[in-house]
């Protein structure tokens, strides 16, 4: 299939999930896409087994194999779900989360990926270092799908910026991990990362090089659009920065998802307040928000269908059941020790360990990180494991984070 094939497909698809799921489910938008296309796969493969002849399986897998979903997600759409996803983030209330959203992008990521990847490794018995691999891909939230529950949880303003905060960080720093450990895992294959002094310097090259070119890119756009009092214009530079910027970081070798996040939060602050008219505002503001709800859709489509990549087998698929509590106890480490660190300088409320724990979904990014391992023994059962987690996180977390929240009582906005 071509790209305008594969394109339009995908588009026809969320629109008619998308509308089966208004009329008959009632789930939130993106995740009732979600549930409709898994359905769907379930029934194409149901029906596979009782009429094998008709092979719908295996024209299915080819159609999800041409559409590509690592590249697709990785090289092109993360982007701008990031950029848009930043955009909404105020730089001010950032600020007044700092500690706890860069510990828990860092150390949080950390200690979730060894305590992933060693309880990974006794499940299945890999070796630590290609489980720790799982680890990292498992470990970020995705920013995706947190900020679209967000929107229905309705949480105060200071855990808000604390999820999306942590969110949009912890999936560049997640990202830089990953690559990190496949090339210590996969040494012979052309990854980026040998030996504990290139990590090091992949680290360091990747994140702040990332953070580096978002601050320079956001801030040169926002210096031309300070010039201009053209709505139209400047939404197209705000699309371009989003979209080049990215591109620009992959060939530089820095972390796009990182420059994406600071060019966003760059642009929907100081960008908005100083740069833009009331008017400009408005058009970049409605702009964004429909480029990230019509990804949103496509994305968790992608991820429902996604199931013709995945090969089942009943010791994965365990693996996979037991990852969800090893995910999870994971998790709550890596929202725990932060705030524990922070506790003597600051007052938290009791609600927010059990909220960031279970608000922090997993998504499509741990899928393609996932897919885009290199090809070996140890990717088909990590894959099912990730896929797995991925579905139960997005369906069975995202449903309950809001009746969770509510439970738990709306507590004082303490900083």
Same mark, same amino acid.
Request: charged content about 15%; aromatic content about 8%; hydrophobic content about 55%.
């Given at each position: 299939m071509t790209f305008l094939q594969i394109t339009s497909l995908l588009i026809v698809l969320a629109g008619a999930f998308g509308a089966l799921n208004y009329f008959f489910l009632k789930l939130p938008s993106a995740i009732g896409i979600l549930v409709v296309a898994l359905l769907a796969s379930l029934s194409l493969l149901c029906v596979d087994l009782v009429v094998p002849s008709l092979m719908l399986t295996e024209q299915m897998r080819a159609v999800v194999q041409d559409i590509a979903f690592s590249e697709a997600l990785l090289e092109g759409m993360l982007g701008l779900l990031l950029f848009a996803g930043a955009l909404h983030v105020r730089i001010e209330d950032l600020?007044?989360?700092?500690? %706890?959203v860069a510990l828990m992008a860092t150390i949080g990521v950390g200690l979730s990926t060894v305590i992933a990847g060693t309880g990974f490794s006794w499940i299945t018995?890999? #070796? !630590? !270092? $290609? &489980?720790?691999?799982?680890? &990292?891909? @498992? %470990? #970020?939230?995705?920013? $995706?799908a947190v900020l679209g529950v967000l929107k229905e949880a309705k949480l105060?303003? %200071?855990l808000e910026t604390k999820i999306a905060g942590e969110s949009l960080f912890n999936d560049g720093v997640g990202y830089?991990?990953? !690559? @990190?450990?496949?090339?210590l895992a996969f040494p012979s294959d052309d990854h980026h990362g040998s030996g504990l002094e290139g990590a090091a310097k992949l680290f360091f090259q990747e994140a702040v090089g990332g953070a580096a070119l978002g601050a320079i890119l956001g801030w040169l756009t926002f210096r031309v659009m300070r010039r201009i009092d053209d709505y139209a214009l400047e939404v197209l530079l705000s699309l371009g920065l989003a979209f080049g910027g990215y591109e620009l970081a992959v060939y530089l070798h820095?972390?796009? #998802? @990182?420059m994406a996040v600071v060019a966003g939060l760059? @642009? /929907?602050?100081?960008?908005m307040k100083h740069g833009m008219s009331a008017t400009t505002r408005e058009h970049v503001n409605i702009f964004w928000q429909l480029i990230d709800e019509i990804l949103n859709a496509v994305l968790f489509l992608l991820i429902g269908i996604e199931v013709f990549a995945v090969a089942f %087998?009943?010791? +994965?698929?365990? +693996? /996979?059941?037991?990852s969800i509590a090893l995910a999870l106890v994971a998790r709550l480490v890596a929202v725990s020790v932060p705030i524990m660190m922070l506790k003597p300088f600051r007052t938290y409320p009791r609600d927010v360990i059990p909220i960031m724990t279970w608000g922090g979904l997993k998504g499509g990014i741990s899928v393609a990180l996932a897919l885009s391992l290199p090809e070996s023994e140890y990717k088909a059962p990590i894959l099912t494991a990730t896929y797995v987690v991925v579905i139960f996180s997005i369906i069975i977390q995202g449903l309950t984070i809001a009746p969770l929240a509510k439970r738990l009582g709306r507590e004082p906005d303490l900083l």
């Amino acid at each position: 299939m071509t790209f305008l094939q594969i394109t339009s497909l995908l588009i026809v698809l969320a629109g008619a999930f998308g509308a089966l799921n208004y009329f008959f489910l009632k789930l939130p938008s993106a995740i009732g896409i979600l549930v409709v296309a898994l359905l769907a796969s379930l029934s194409l493969l149901c029906v596979d087994l009782v009429v094998p002849s008709l092979m719908l399986t295996e024209q299915m897998r080819a159609v999800v194999q041409d559409i590509a979903f690592s590249e697709a997600l990785l090289e092109g759409m993360l982007g701008l779900l990031l950029f848009a996803g930043a955009l909404h983030v105020r730089i001010e209330d950032l600020k007044s989360q700092g500690w %706890s959203v860069a510990l828990m992008a860092t150390i949080g990521v950390g200690l979730s990926t060894v305590i992933a990847g060693t309880g990974f490794s006794w499940i299945t018995g890999m #070796p !630590l !270092l $290609v &489980a720790l691999v799982f680890g &990292a891909l @498992i %470990s #970020p939230t995705d920013p $995706v799908a947190v900020l679209g529950v967000l929107k229905e949880a309705k949480l105060r303003k %200071s855990l808000e910026t604390k999820i999306a905060g942590e969110s949009l960080f912890n999936d560049g720093v997640g990202y830089v991990v990953f !690559l @990190i450990l496949v090339g210590l895992a996969f040494p012979s294959d052309d990854h980026h990362g040998s030996g504990l002094e290139g990590a090091a310097k992949l680290f360091f090259q990747e994140a702040v090089g990332g953070a580096a070119l978002g601050a320079i890119l956001g801030w040169l756009t926002f210096r031309v659009m300070r010039r201009i009092d053209d709505y139209a214009l400047e939404v197209l530079l705000s699309l371009g920065l989003a979209f080049g910027g990215y591109e620009l970081a992959v060939y530089l070798h820095v972390s796009g #998802p @990182i420059m994406a996040v600071v060019a966003g939060l760059l @642009i /929907g602050d100081v960008g908005m307040k100083h740069g833009m008219s009331a008017t400009t505002r408005e058009h970049v503001n409605i702009f964004w928000q429909l480029i990230d709800e019509i990804l949103n859709a496509v994305l968790f489509l992608l991820i429902g269908i996604e199931v013709f990549a995945v090969a089942f %087998s009943v010791e +994965a698929f365990t +693996a /996979g059941v037991m990852s969800i509590a090893l995910a999870l106890v994971a998790r709550l480490v890596a929202v725990s020790v932060p705030i524990m660190m922070l506790k003597p300088f600051r007052t938290y409320p009791r609600d927010v360990i059990p909220i960031m724990t279970w608000g922090g979904l997993k998504g499509g990014i741990s899928v393609a990180l996932a897919l885009s391992l290199p090809e070996s023994e140890y990717k088909a059962p990590i894959l099912t494991a990730t896929y797995v987690v991925v579905i139960f996180s997005i369906i069975i977390q995202g449903l309950t984070i809001a009746p969770l929240a509510k439970r738990l009582g709306r507590e004082p906005d303490l900083l």
